[in-house]
């Protein structure tokens, strides 16, 4: 068996700093709170638990004085803050300046249009939909999946509203100050017909002047540095990964075998380039305003950038 592990694998920049940070904290003190699990790996949670840290949510947050609260990479909202205030809860913030600065642009763009009472309408995980609206935003988040929607309605307010439907149909013609999709949550159609209709469909959603924002992955990059063959094992459940770049799509097969139980997923996204995006753009009545390679808004590059950023304007 020959198992190659990727040499960029491992934690992102954000997620070390914050384990850095409560390894110091906990040398020192034994005990630490942290508002949600400090990273998407149960081993290395429970490797931090068996050294004091504790994993709280807010209910839990609101409950709690004197004491230490970690802020993982993810970054928390101004009510947080407001707590720990109240309560006398010394907070150690480990937010990634990378999400940081994403959110501010997103936010100095909600700033600009909320005196006309403007919405951001998100595409994507209701997760995001809901920071946004905790920092301020009016905000709608769509999706597909109705298991999706079920799930984060049980978040709606006033100024958070989700709803099930599909992303290439006019949800609310000139409603929208801002459009968002993000962390590649497009691309999944089989033909670039629908592909147009949908970035024709968020034009539409937008009000004049209105900004859309698209974060999709950079193909050239991701085609060179393509690992066609991995293996994991993850408590205990067999991972076996193979990635192929054909017919201008990138594959992911995965077989996973738990027990006794096989399945089998793909994932297929088309590889679109910058000039695919600014075609569709150019089709849809908008043109692009501002482009990066990263989340620390770096200039694109094609050969080296790890993200396609776009902003277009209507």
Same mark, same amino acid.
Request: proline share 2%; aromatic share 6%; hydrophobic share 35%.
């Given at each position: 068996m020959n198992v190659t592990i990727d040499q960029k694998s491992g934690f992102c920049f954000g997620v070390v700093y914050a384990i850095e940070m409560a390894e110091e904290i906990l040398? =020192?003190?034994?005990?630490?709170?942290?508002?949600?699990?400090?990273?998407?790996?149960?081993?290395?949670? &429970?490797?931090?638990?068996?050294?004091?840290? !504790? /994993?709280?949510?807010?209910?839990?947050?609101?409950?709690?004085?004197?004491?230490? *609260?970690? %802020?993982?990479?993810?970054?928390? #909202? #101004? $009510?947080?803050? !407001? %707590?720990?205030?109240? @309560?006398?809860?010394?907070?150690?913030?480990?937010?990634?300046?990378?999400?940081?600065?994403?959110?501010?642009?997103?936010? !100095?763009?909600? !700033?600009?249009?909320?005196? %006309?009472?403007?919405?951001?309408?998100i595409f994507g995980k209701e997760g995001h939909a809901k920071y946004f609206n905790e920092l301020g935003f009016n905000v709608v988040g769509i999706d597909l999946s109705l298991n999706s929607i079920s799930i984060a309605k049980q978040n709606e307010t006033q100024d958070l509203k989700f709803h099930q439907f599909d992303m290439r149909r006019i949800f609310k013609e000139n409603s929208f100050n801002i459009v968002t999709n993000l962390f590649t949550s497009f691309g999944y159609f089989d033909n670039t017909q629908d592909e147009q209709k949908t970035i024709n469909a968020m034009s539409k959603n937008l009000k004049k002047d209105g900004l859309l924002i698209i974060d999709f992955m950079n193909v050239k990059k991701i085609i060179k540095d393509?690992? $066609?063959?991995?293996?994991?094992? /993850? @408590?205990? *459940?067999?991972?076996? +990964?193979?990635?192929?770049? =054909? &017919? @201008?799509?990138?594959?992911?097969? +995965?077989?996973?075998?738990?027990?006794? *139980?096989?399945?089998?997923?793909?994932? =297929? *996204?088309?590889?679109?380039?910058?000039?695919?995006? $600014?075609?569709?753009?150019?089709?849809s009545g908008m043109a692009i305003v501002d482009i990066f390679g990263s989340y620390n808004l770096d200039d694109f590059d094609a050969s080296k950038s790890e993200r396609l950023i776009l902003i277009a304007k209507k």
């Open positions: 040398k =020192k003190d034994h005990k630490l709170y942290c508002l949600g699990d400090i990273v998407h790996n149960n081993k290395e949670v &429970d490797r931090l638990n068996n050294l004091g840290l !504790e /994993i709280i949510n807010h209910d839990q947050l609101e409950s709690l004085s004197n004491c230490k *609260v970690l %802020i993982r990479a993810h970054g928390e #909202p #101004p $009510s947080t803050y !407001e %707590i720990a205030l109240k @309560n006398d809860i010394e907070l150690l913030d480990a937010s990634c300046p990378v999400v940081l600065k994403l959110q501010h642009q997103i936010k !100095e763009g909600y !700033e600009q249009i909320k005196n %006309i009472n403007g919405q951001v309408i393509l690992v $066609s063959k991995e293996y994991k094992e /993850i @408590n205990n *459940v067999k991972f076996d +990964i193979t990635r192929e770049f =054909k &017919d @201008n799509y990138i594959l992911k097969n +995965i077989s996973l075998t738990d027990n006794n *139980v096989s399945l089998e997923f793909q994932e =297929k *996204v088309h590889a679109l380039t910058l000039f695919d995006f $600014s075609e569709m753009i150019k089709k």
